[in-house]
């Protein structure tokens, strides 16, 4: 254990003005409120945040981290408080100590929905000040290096796996991979220690039969820049067993085909010496194809830049090289703590707007419902390796690997997500599903007319791009639901002779369990009440038998219909509410010129029938789910319908090409084939066709039948 002395001087050699004496009573005072306290190795617990301090000093930083690190577990663990810190250290020390302290608890925590609040509190923190998150890696960075004395293996476990899934990632955003690698590689053996001990025994094996082979190869890459006049100093190292095991799981591929398992590092003095160094290495060695990564004119978000190439190297060895100036190297193993504010003159606060990807998750934070989203939409965030992208003016868009133009538009803003309708990818335009790769040049197109597609969510893989189309969605749907679950009220009542209020419900709130009148409405709208539910409640001295007697099927679709009055766009059907959630059944597929009825369906708003549709009987008892409804009497011919047909096809060479044909030329477009059944002789199968109306479908349909080559034709129904 680092005694007092040590500690200080050792952070005074790297910074002559860090306040000694705040050391000192941090150090003192952090020893006496632990106390007796020992860890679960059986060492004191003073131990701990010692040995944080320390690994905080090997980033140089300063004085104050290395106070909150000596400080962070006294409000958690001992009788001190915030205020105690706050009247002994200063605010800025106390504010970094509570900001770990909170953070603390998610190790305790196996309930997703805490260990989510407690990472949500996190980002909070590290958003005030990166130096919470700093010590908070280190904490955990030596939590894990005494991981194995923990006796239950299910907390091994979860710590393990939190550490892989949230710690790691963080550490690699701000840079320091160092700590990256090795959380990493701890979580690794905890989580799999069968597959790393075997891959640390395929590495040993290649050590022995290669004899001094990483010499070797560094010897030959030092003569061959040496004679081509570039001073650099290169050094060689093994990949880890957890990277080695990702790349294997990424790329599908098996050991023997990686060619970076041992990678070569090659620092030199400015930015033309690495295009220097690359030209050398290029020169002597055959290039691995798509294995060269230029970081230096597209940096990583961490800020990392290096140049990367995969080489047949030296006796013909796959090795990757990596090429950068000595400035890029600190950056690379020290991140944010290679230029902390004391070096540079800057507030923390100043340090901090280089991160985009912090506000991007402070965007994420914003939009998601609910701290478990939140997490999600985080990992994808996090998890994911990278395009880089440019806009027609040139800036770079970084994104995961896999994302679209429409994650790349809420990379932009979100107002350019939101109104996105289309893209154009190198200068042609492309579907928003498209995936993007390096170097895409990427125009979105938008109107103010557009909101966001909720089909857009199957596709994006940002969380930020996620989070704000699922914020649409839910507000979309609560205001469809309130106009639903309205309506459903207001002919509850009025079939009781009552008039509907929102303030008739203030005294059933409780009955329901409800905390506002319109958090009872859109449980209406969403089905989970009946609008008879409701009026019973408000007025419980009706009884069945004073009720109307309840209309049958048949009956709802007699009754006159309203002509809907002239305001805003014309909907196509008539009886629906502006804005009402609706979909069509799947079951009979109602196409417009059916007659039609709706049917309150729970969390879905209202699902479309055909009245001849068997699945009505199932609604048969509960006739106020009915609504009645018709098809506008102007409908919309540009609106595309599914209409199912069933269809017995002679299995003959190109029928099926007939048939395609004869849809086509009636202006049909198959949306869906699917054969049911086949014989020597005849295919059965159900096609969706998009067409307009019942009177299109009927001519396609006329048309079938008078071809040769089918059988028979009908119009599918459930």
């Given at each position: 254990?680092?005694?007092q002395f040590e500690l200080v001087e050792l952070v005074k050699s790297y910074d002559p003005t860090a306040d000694e004496d705040a050391i000192n009573r941090a150090y003192v005072y952090a020893m006496k409120q632990h106390g007796s306290q020992l860890r679960a190795s059986g060492d004191p617990y003073f131990s701990h945040p010692i040995e944080v301090a320390g690994i905080l000093t090997k980033y140089k930083m300063d004085a104050a981290s290395i106070i909150t690190a000596l400080l962070h577990d006294t409000i958690e663990d001992t009788p001190a408080t915030?205020?105690?810190?706050?009247?002994?250290?200063?605010?800025?020390?106390?504010?970094?100590?509570?900001?770990?302290?909170?953070?603390?608890?998610?190790?305790?925590?196996?309930?997703?929905?805490?260990?989510?609040?407690?990472?949500?509190?996190?980002?909070?923190?590290?958003?005030?000040?990166?130096?919470?998150?700093?010590?908070?890696?280190?904490?955990?960075?030596?939590?894990?290096?005494?991981?194995?004395?923990?006796?239950?293996?299910?907390?091994?476990?979860?710590?393990?796996?939190?550490?892989?899934?949230?710690?790691?990632?963080?550490?690699?955003?701000?840079?320091?991979?160092?700590?990256?690698?090795?959380?990493?590689?701890?979580?690794?053996?905890?989580?799999?220690?069968?597959?790393?001990?075997?891959?640390?025994?395929?590495?040993?094996?290649?050590?022995?039969?290669?004899?001094?082979?990483?010499?070797?190869?560094?010897?030959?890459?030092?003569?061959?820049?040496?004679?081509?006049?570039?001073?650099?100093?290169?050094?060689?190292?093994?990949?880890?067993?957890?990277?080695?095991?990702?790349?294997?799981?990424?790329?599908?591929?098996?050991?023997?085909?990686?060619?970076?398992?041992?990678?070569?590092?090659?620092?030199?003095?400015?930015?033309?010496?690495?295009?220097?160094?690359?030209?050398?290495?290029?020169?002597?060695?055959?290039?691995?194809?798509?294995?060269?990564?230029?970081?230096?004119?597209?940096?990583?978000?961490?800020?990392?830049?290096?140049?990367?190439?995969?080489?047949?190297?030296?006796?013909?060895?796959?090795?990757?090289?990596?090429?950068?100036?000595?400035?890029?190297?600190?950056?690379?193993?020290?991140?944010?703590?290679?230029?902390?504010?004391?070096?540079?003159?800057?507030?923390?606060?100043?340090?901090?707007?280089?991160?985009?990807?912090?506000?991007?998750?402070?965007?994420?934070?914003?939009?998601?419902?609910?701290?478990?989203?939140?997490?999600?939409?985080?990992?994808?965030?996090?998890?994911?390796?990278?395009?880089?992208?440019?806009?027609?003016?040139?800036?770079?868009?970084?994104?995961?690997?896999?994302?679209?133009?429409?994650?790349?538009?809420?990379?932009?803003?979100?107002?350019?997500?939101?109104?996105?309708?289309?893209?154009?990818?190198?200068?042609?335009?492309?579907?928003?599903?498209?995936?993007?790769?390096?170097?895409?040049?990427?125009?979105?197109?938008?109107s103010k007319a557009q909101t966001p597609n909720p089909t857009w969510e199957r596709f994006v893989v940002t969380g930020r791009a996620r989070a704000r189309i699922r914020r649409f969605i839910r507000t979309q749907q609560r205001s469809q639901y309130i106009d639903l679950g309205r309506a459903i009220l207001n002919r509850a009542f009025k079939q009781e002779g009552y008039e509907y209020t929102d303030k008739a419900l203030d005294g059933v709130l409780k009955i329901f369990k409800m905390s506002s009148v319109e958090d009872l409405v859109v449980t209406v709208?969403?089905?989970?009440?009946?609008?008879?539910?409701?009026?019973?409640?408000?007025?419980?001295?009706?009884?069945?038998?004073?009720?109307?007697?309840?209309?049958?099927?048949?009956?709802?679709?007699?009754?006159?219909?309203?002509?809907?009055?002239?305001?805003?766009?014309?909907?196509?059907?008539?009886?629906?509410?502006?804005?009402?959630?609706?979909?069509?059944?799947?079951?009979?597929?109602?196409?417009?010129?059916?007659?039609?009825?709706?049917?309150?369906?729970?969390?879905?708003?209202?699902?479309?029938?055909?009245?001849?549709?068997?699945?009505?009987?199932?609604?048969?008892?509960?006739?106020?789910?009915?609504?009645?409804?018709?098809?506008?009497?102007?409908?919309?011919?540009?609106?595309?319908?599914?209409?199912?047909?069933?269809?017995?096809?002679?299995?003959?060479?190109?029928?099926?090409?007939?048939?395609?044909?004869?849809?086509?030329?009636?202006?049909?477009?198959?949306?869906?084939?699917?054969?049911?059944?086949?014989?020597?002789?005849?295919?059965?199968?159900?096609?969706?066709?998009?067409?307009?109306?019942?009177?299109?479908?009927?001519?396609?349909?006329?048309?079938?039948?008078?071809?040769?080559?089918?059988?028979?034709?009908?119009?599918?129904?459930?």
């Amino acid at each position: 254990m680092m005694r007092q002395f040590e500690l200080v001087e050792l952070v005074k050699s790297y910074d002559p003005t860090a306040d000694e004496d705040a050391i000192n009573r941090a150090y003192v005072y952090a020893m006496k409120q632990h106390g007796s306290q020992l860890r679960a190795s059986g060492d004191p617990y003073f131990s701990h945040p010692i040995e944080v301090a320390g690994i905080l000093t090997k980033y140089k930083m300063d004085a104050a981290s290395i106070i909150t690190a000596l400080l962070h577990d006294t409000i958690e663990d001992t009788p001190a408080t915030v205020a105690d810190i706050t009247k002994m250290f200063g605010v800025e020390i106390s504010r970094l100590v509570d900001g770990v302290t909170k953070l603390s608890r998610i190790e305790l925590q196996s309930d997703q929905s805490k260990q989510a609040e407690n990472f949500r509190k996190l980002v909070l923190a590290m958003s005030e000040d990166i130096r919470v998150l700093l010590v908070k890696l280190a904490d955990r960075l030596h939590n894990m290096r005494t991981l194995h004395y923990i006796r239950n293996p299910e907390k091994r476990r979860r710590i393990a796996l939190e550490t892989m899934e949230i710690y790691a990632p963080l550490a690699e955003r701000i840079g320091i991979s160092e700590i990256k690698n090795e959380l990493e590689d701890l979580a690794f053996a905890e989580l799999h220690p069968d597959v790393r001990g075997s891959l640390v025994a395929r590495l040993n094996f290649l050590r022995e039969k290669g004899g001094d082979l990483i010499g070797r190869i560094l010897e030959e890459l030092r003569n061959n820049l040496k004679e081509a006049g570039v001073e650099a100093t290169v050094s060689g190292r093994e990949k880890t067993p957890y990277s080695i095991w990702r790349k294997m799981q990424l790329k599908n591929v098996a050991f023997e085909q990686l060619s970076d398992i041992m990678a070569f590092r090659l620092l030199v003095g400015s930015v033309e010496d690495c295009y220097r160094a690359l030209g050398v290495i290029h020169s002597h060695y055959p290039m691995v194809p798509n294995r060269f990564k230029d970081y230096i004119s597209t940096p990583k978000p961490n800020g990392y830049r290096s140049l990367h190439t995969g080489v047949f190297g030296p006796e013909r060895h796959r090795i990757e090289v990596q090429i950068r100036t000595y400035e890029m190297h600190e950056v690379s193993e020290l991140g944010v703590a290679a230029h902390w504010s004391y070096k540079q003159g800057l507030r923390p606060a100043d340090d901090r707007k280089q991160y985009r990807w912090l506000r991007e998750l402070l965007d994420i934070m914003e939009h998601a419902s609910n701290p478990e989203e939140f997490l999600e939409h985080t990992k994808l965030e996090m998890f994911q390796d990278q395009v880089f992208c440019f806009t027609p003016k040139g800036d770079l868009i970084v994104l995961p690997r896999g994302a679209c133009p429409v994650d790349f538009a809420y990379a932009v803003h979100s107002a350019v997500g939101d109104t996105c309708v289309g893209a154009k990818v190198n200068g042609r335009m492309m579907p928003l599903r498209t995936p993007l790769n390096n170097g895409d040049q990427v125009e979105i197109i938008t109107s103010k007319a557009q909101t966001p597609n909720p089909t857009w969510e199957r596709f994006v893989v940002t969380g930020r791009a996620r989070a704000r189309i699922r914020r649409f969605i839910r507000t979309q749907q609560r205001s469809q639901y309130i106009d639903l679950g309205r309506a459903i009220l207001n002919r509850a009542f009025k079939q009781e002779g009552y008039e509907y209020t929102d303030k008739a419900l203030d005294g059933v709130l409780k009955i329901f369990k409800m905390s506002s009148v319109e958090d009872l409405v859109v449980t209406v709208g969403e089905g989970n009440l009946t609008g008879r539910d409701v009026v019973s409640a408000v007025y419980p001295e009706l009884k069945s038998t004073q009720q109307k007697a309840q209309r049958s099927p048949d009956n709802v679709v007699a009754l006159k219909r309203a002509k809907p009055k002239a305001q805003g766009p014309a909907l196509p059907i008539r009886g629906l509410i502006p804005g009402m959630a609706m979909h069509f059944a799947g079951c009979c597929h109602p196409l417009p010129g059916d007659r039609i009825v709706g049917i309150v369906t729970t969390g879905k708003g209202v699902t479309i029938h055909t009245i001849d549709c068997d699945c009505l009987e199932q609604f048969a008892d509960t006739p106020e789910r009915w609504l009645d409804l018709a098809w506008s009497e102007t409908p919309d011919d540009s609106e595309v319908h599914i209409g199912r047909i069933s269809l017995v096809v002679v299995n003959e060479p190109g029928n099926l090409g007939n048939l395609s044909t004869v849809i086509a030329k009636n202006l049909g477009n198959i949306n869906n084939l699917r054969i049911t059944s086949r014989t020597a002789d005849y295919f059965e199968m159900i096609i969706d066709v998009e067409v307009r109306d019942v009177k299109h479908l009927t001519n396609i349909i006329a048309a079938l039948r008078a071809t040769p080559s089918i059988n028979s034709v009908e119009r599918a129904r459930n």
